[in-house]
C-alpha cells in the first residue's frame, strides 16, 4: 500500500464546466502521475510531478492542467471538460525499491462527462 | 520509439489450465525496465514484476512466471494451475533508463489483456 488516494472516486459533469481531481500521498514522495485508462489504449501519462511546483507534460497533456503546491497533493484540473475526456484517471507514485524506480496507483476516479 | 504490444486481447481458460500472456516491446535502448501489472474486477492496479534489461534470469513468485527473450523483445507471463481469482486485465508496461540507470518517469503501456477464468 504506497498511502495513495484520490477524490472523488467517481464524478459526472457537463460538458464545458470546469472539473479538478486530487491525488493524496502520505509517504513524502518526490514524484507523482496522472494517467488516464481508456479501452484500446492502456493507460497513457497525461502530466507528471517531479516536486513541488515542479511539473512536466506526459503523452496526452492537451485539455489538463495540473498543480503541486505540496509534496502530498498533486491536482488534476480539465478547466472546461470534454465527452472526450470521459476516463478513469489513475493517480501514481514513483518508490524506490530494490534500486530502481516503481510507480504504484491509487484507487482511480471514474469521471463520465455529459 | 518505445512501444508495447498485448496481441491477446482476451483469453478465457477453464481453472487448473496454465495460460500464458504475451507482451512484446519496442525500444531501442539498451537499458530499460519491463512491469507487468494486474487490473482485478475491482479497479484497482497492482504491480506484480520488474525485471530490468540485464537481467533474463526468469522469474518464479508462486504460481506466477515470467519468461523474459531480448533475442525476441518479449516478457512473458505464465499463469500456472489458473484460479478464478487470477481474472483480471494484465497489463505489460516499458520504461527507459535514466541518466542514472534507473527507471524514468515514463511508463509506456500496452493495452493490456483480459483473463477469464472459468470454475
Known amino acids: 500500500d504506497a498511502g495513495i488516494t484520490q477524490s472523488p472516486r467517481h464524478k459526472v459533469t457537463e460538458t464545458g464546466t470546469p472539473v479538478t481531481l486530487r491525488c493524496h500521498q502520505t509517504?513524502?514522495?518526490?514524484?507523482m502521475y496522472w494517467y488516464r485508462q481508456d479501452p484500446g489504449h492502456g493507460l497513457r501519462l497525461i502530466h507528471y510531478s517531479y516536486g513541488v511546483k515542479d511539473t512536466d507534460k506526459g503523452e496526452v497533456s492537451d485539455g489538463y492542467s495540473v498543480s503541486r503546491s505540496k509534496t502530498e497533493d498533486f491536482l488534476l484540473t480539465l478547466e472546461s471538460a470534454t465527452s472526450s475526456q470521459t476516463s478513469v484517471y489513475f493517480c501514481?507514485?514513483?518508490?524506490?525499491?530494490?534500486?530502481?524506480?516503481?510507480?504504484?496507483f491509487g484507487p482511480g476516479t471514474r469521471l463520465t462527462v455529459l | 520509439a518505445q512501444k508495447v504490444t498485448q496481441a491477446q486481447t482476451e483469453i478465457s481458460v477453464v481453472e487448473k489450465e496454465d495460460v500464458t500472456l504475451d507482451c512484446v516491446y519496442e525500444?531501442?535502448?539498451?537499458?530499460?525496465?519491463l512491469f507487468w501489472y494486474k487490473q482485478p474486477p475491482s479497479g484497482e492496479l497492482v504491480f506484480l514484476i520488474r525485471?530490468?534489461?540485464?537481467?533474463?534470469q526468469n522469474e518464479i513468485s508462486g504460481r506466477y512466471s515470467w519468461n523474459f527473450q531480448k533475442s525476441t523483445s518479449s516478457f512473458n507471463f505464465t499463469i500456472t494451475a489458473s484460479q478464478v481469482v487470477d481474472s483480471a486485465v494484465y497489463f505489460c508496461a516499458l520504461s527507459e533508463a535514466n541518466a542514472g540507470g534507473g527507471a524514468t518517469n515514463k511508463l509506456i503501456f500496452g493495452t493490456g489483456t483480459l483473463l477469464a477464468v472459468q470454475p
Open positions: 525485471r530490468n534489461s540485464f537481467d533474463e
Open positions: 501514481a507514485i514513483s518508490e524506490n525499491r530494490g534500486g530502481t524506480d516503481t510507480q504504484y
Open positions: 509517504e513524502n514522495h518526490r514524484y
Open positions: 525500444t531501442r535502448d539498451t537499458t530499460y525496465y
